[in-house]
């Protein structure tokens, strides 16, 4: 067995193509909620560090369905779906996913800001903003609760322990990317039929600057509602239209997703 194969989709015709990315989805979301479920007992059981740990996990689960809706939606002529297609084991890739999932943009060019600001390798922040250096958030966040590290800091170096304190505060829900996740596979979005009628919808759309997101909704609206006159809505799904028009955002696939190189020493 290969692992980290995914790049060997982009040889497969629509028909495979769909059946695999409905299998894909359908795994992630499974394991995201199972994570998801454990996690929120262990934050019952006061066990907050390993708590965060699996709600990190989770999120990144279920950001490969919003990953992988984004391969349908994203042409297959150009150099963008093999791009998209890598994002699937990409962390920083993944963590963007995930923080998208709780935004609600404007329009576009919101999108465009916030992926740039979550892109950079080291910016600068504290009580003026500029006070000190500081690493890509979505990756130190993530490493700083998985593991031990010896760190360089404007005071020297020292180790760097997991601490709890060092991770996010969570209530007893699910994290946004789970929910959404959860949304479009209960809706019936995973069917390989319903995603043939999201890559013919969704393949020749492009959002240039400027693009309001009423323009966005109107065509998530356009789909779900081709998908329910072709039956490929389930009953969740019909009961949850509005959810989806309002939650299903303006695809990521033609943004850079790779960090952004910064140098420690300009910012300083």
């Given amino acids: 067995m290969?692992?980290?194969?995914?790049?060997?989709?982009?040889?497969?015709?629509?028909?495979?193509?769909?059946?695999?990315?409905?299998?894909?989805?359908?795994?992630?979301?499974?394991?995201?909620?199972?994570?998801?479920?454990?996690?929120?007992f262990l934050l019952k059981s006061e066990r907050k560090r390993a708590a965060d740990i699996l709600f990190s996990i989770a999120e990144e689960e279920a950001a490969k369905v919003q990953i992988l809706l984004d391969v349908v939606r994203c042409p297959k002529s150009g150099p963008a779906f093999a791009v998209q297609l890598k994002r699937f084991n990409d962390h920083l890739a993944k963590g963007i996913y995930a923080k998208y999932s709780s935004t609600r943009p404007a329009d576009i060019d919101e999108v465009a800001r916030f992926v740039g600001d979550e892109r950079d390798e080291y910016y600068l922040d504290g009580p003026e903003d500029i006070d000190w250096v500081f690493r890509n958030q979505i990756l130190q966040g993530r490493e700083e609760l998985f593991y031990v590290d010896y760190v360089a800091t404007d005071d020297g170096c020292r180790w760097l322990e997991p601490m709890y304190e060092y991770g996010r505060m969570r209530l007893l829900l699910e994290p946004a990317a789970v929910n959404l996740a959860a949304l479009f596979v209960r809706a019936g979005m995973d069917n390989p039929k319903s995603l043939e009628l999201i890559a013919d919808k969704w393949r020749g759309v492009s959002f240039p600057a400027g693009t309001h997101w009423q323009v966005c909704a109107q065509q998530n609206r356009e789909t779900v509602v081709a998908l329910h006159e072709r039956s490929l809505l389930t009953e969740f799904g019909q009961k949850n239209v509005s959810r989806i028009i309002d939650e299903w955002l303006f695809p990521l696939w033609p943004l850079d997703l790779k960090t952004r190189r910064v140098e420690p020493g300009d910012l300083r």
């Fill in 2 to 40: 290969i692992a980290k194969q995914i790049l060997l989709l982009a040889n497969l015709p629509d028909s495979e193509l769909f059946a695999e990315v409905s299998v894909g989805m359908q795994a992630a979301l499974k394991n995201a909620l199972a994570l998801s479920h454990d996690a929120s």
